[in-house]
């Protein structure tokens, strides 16, 4: 019995240690999309990004050896996924090139506010006045980070908030694509990431110098090892425990934004909008834990 204990803590420790491993790594892969994209278009680093992730990718594939892994039952759902997905990566590389990145993760994290209000009018799903209550006060949190200073660029801030957009129909079409196979969702994600873009480089592309070839390469490397470390995380402890670890990225983010960017941060504004949008992400998170138990005892 003590045993059993021990494993369950080694898993919850794994699972909380793989969640801020992931977060700081999505923060590594900003920090190198923001230095290119003054002199990249957001597409050419999400093509690059994505090239870079698909070796990764495939090892893992061949190495399981999987019947089937590149099937689908749902072909339509799944494009629709890959596609919401490349344009969401490209509006986050944009809105990381005008923001600071702490004021652009902060905006990213309103993708679950967003998503109850896309149940509602999209699946009809029935959201009660708690999680509306969340929602008014999550982009109560956005607009105090867009608006005191007014030195926020406006067109980052549109495409922040297009970025959690496609964030929140992502989950929404996850919810359709739980039984498929994660690794071949993220596959043709990844796929699609080359294809798309590539459609676009000869209108966008630059020749990347040898020192910006090895930052592509941190980019995509960074990337998809956050991926791995947050799909482990999920493996290894419940979504209640591991989805709040996300805002471990806030700390990341603002030590680059201090340490290689040298911005002067409004810590005031940053501070009350981050806590409004995150207490409001936790407690629509809380409100779908206790949902969910209410339906396993009704059952």
Known sequence: MQQEDDNRADNLILAIACAIAAHFMFGIMGLGAKYLSSEYHAIEIAFYRNVVAIGPMLLIMMLQKRAGQFKTKKPLLLLARCLTGVVGLIVTFEALKHLPMSYAVVLFFTSTIITPIIAFFVLRENV??????AVIIGMCGVFIISQPSGEI???GLFMALAAALSHALIYIMLRGLKSESPITVTF????AGIIGPA???PWVA???TTQDFWIFVVVGLSGAFAQVLLATAYKNGQASLVTPFAYSALIWTVLLDIFFWGYDLDFLSVSIGATLIMAAQLYIIHREYV???KRLENE
């Open 291 to 293: 949902g969910k138990n």
């Open 206 to 208: 630059e020749v990347p």
């Open 153 to 155: 660029s406006q067109f």
């Open 188 to 191: 043709y994600f990844v796929l």
């Open 199 to 201: 459609i676009f480089l």
């Open 128 to 133: 009660g006045i708690h999680r509306w209550s």
